[in-house]
Structures are given as structure tokens and as C-alpha cells.
């Protein structure tokens, strides 16, 4: 099993609140990703690192930002919530070359009212 | 534009049957195609990875095919087992600095007893 990790797991919020989805890994992966997936549906990538100080934007516009400041995390931001937010948010990390198979974390399902 | 097509989209077989997913695709430049398997409220963990020259791969009752000619690939489950309901998720790496996945919209398996 990966070693990554996501909390929190579930999160109902209202409408205007700023929340922060905590994505970490032990496996010293230098590639970190975020995914929004939304039920029964395929994961689109909206934010991906290719180390600490590096943060691209992914194919799925998103309102969230994230920060890599340390290699093991990988952390995402949403200022303001909406219910058009609602959706599962799957971090992934891969290391450097090889087959670079990236292992997924369990997710966070986020609910906003 | 980079697509994965699943079919089925969704599956109902009995325990102790086989099936066989399929999955196109129309990935360029082609790297590598991975199938995982995502249980309901999970992150995907990858069950198998193969590249432009393999054309089979198993693992253990899962079995891989990839045609790089047709871009068709198809995982066969042999003797299901009810622990295999889960979506299973046909992903696509280009060949691309950033070897940036193409996800397919999966193919929901549900087996009954």
C-alpha cells in the first residue's frame, strides 16, 4: 500500500469559507499531483509539482492553489468554497523516471452548502 | 485532442465468472497504458503497466492485453471474486515532457453472488 496520505477524509463546509486539503508522502517523491474527480466520473488533473517551488496548472481550470514548499507535502487551497467545489480531490505522487507509476492517496470528499 | 474510451460502463457479472473490459485510445506519442482499479471512496492502485512492446501482462487474476497497432487495450478478469467490484480505470501516458496521464472514464464492475 502507497504511503500517502490526505486528510481530512470527509469535510462539509458552508458557502465563503477557506479550507485546506493536507496531502503528505514518506516515499520521497519529487512529482506531486492533484485530481478532482466527481462521482462515477474520470479524474481531470488540476494541479501538478514537479518538486519543492515548482506548481503547474493542470488541464481542469480550478479556483484552488497549492503550495510545495517541502518535498513529502503538497497541500490545496480553496480561498473562498462554493458548492460547485463539491467533488473528491485524489493527491498523487511518482518519483522521476522509470515507469513513474503515481500512487494515489485515499481522497478528501468535500461538500459545500 | 488526447481521448481514452472504457466500455463497458458499467458491468454486472456473477461471482466466479470472467469478463473482459475494453479500452481505445487515441494517445500521441504513446508511452505506456496502466489499468487500475478504484474501489468506491478510494484513491487507484495500479494493477498493471505496459509498454509499446508488450502486448500481455498479468497479474495475478487480472490479465493486461495492448494492441499499439489497433491503440486498443483489455483487461480480463478471470474467476471473479466480489472483492473485484470496483471501477476500473484505463490511463494513458504520453510520450511528452511531463508524461502527462489521459485518463479514460472507467468501467464500474459489480459482482454478485
Known amino acids: 500500500e502507497a504511503d500517502i496520505y490526505q486528510t481530512p477524509r470527509y469535510l462539509v463546509i458552508g458557502t465563503g469559507k477557506k479550507i485546506t486539503l493536507e496531502c503528505s508522502q514518506t516515499?520521497?517523491?519529487?512529482?506531486m499531483y492533484w485530481y478532482q474527480q466527481d462521482p462515477g466520473m474520470e479524474l481531470h488533473l488540476i494541479h501538478y509539482s514537479y518538486g519543492v517551488n515548482s506548481t503547474e496548472k493542470g488541464d481542469l481550470s480550478s479556483e484552488s492553489t497549492v503550495s510545495r514548499i517541502r518535498t513529502e507535502h503538497f497541500p490545496l487551497t480553496l480561498e473562498s468554497a462554493r458548492p460547485s467545489h463539491t467533488s473528491q480531490y485524489l493527491c498523487a505522487s511518482s518519483n522521476r523516471g522509470g515507469e513513474e507509476t503515481q500512487y494515489f492517496g485515499p481522497g478528501t470528499r468535500l461538500l459545500v452548502l | 485532442k488526447n481521448q481514452v474510451e472504457q466500455s463497458p460502463q458499467s458491468l454486472i457479472i456473477l461471482e466466479g465468472k470472467n469478463c473482459t473490459l475494453q479500452?481505445?485510445?487515441?494517445?500521441?506519442?504513446?508511452?505506456?497504458l496502466r489499468w487500475y482499479k478504484q474501489d468506491t471512496g478510494r484513491g487507484p492502485v495500479s494493477l498493471t503497466i505496459m509498454t509499446f512492446s508488450e502486448n500481455t501482462k498479468s497479474n495475478g487474476r487480472y490479465t493486461a492485453t495492448l494492441d499499439a497497432d489497433t491503440k486498443q487495450s483489455s483487461l480480463h478478469i478471470t474467476a471473479s471474486q466480489l472483492s473485484d467490484s470496483a471501477s476500473y480505470i484505463c490511463?494513458?501516458?504520453?510520450?511528452?515532457?511531463?508524461?502527462?496521464?489521459?485518463f479514460g472514464g472507467g468501467t464500474r464492475l459489480m459482482v454478485k453472488p
Open positions: 490511463v494513458v501516458s504520453a510520450g511528452n515532457a511531463g508524461n502527462m496521464l489521459t
Open positions: 479500452c481505445n485510445y487515441t494517445v500521441s506519442p504513446f508511452s505506456n
Open positions: 516515499m520521497g517523491h519529487d512529482k
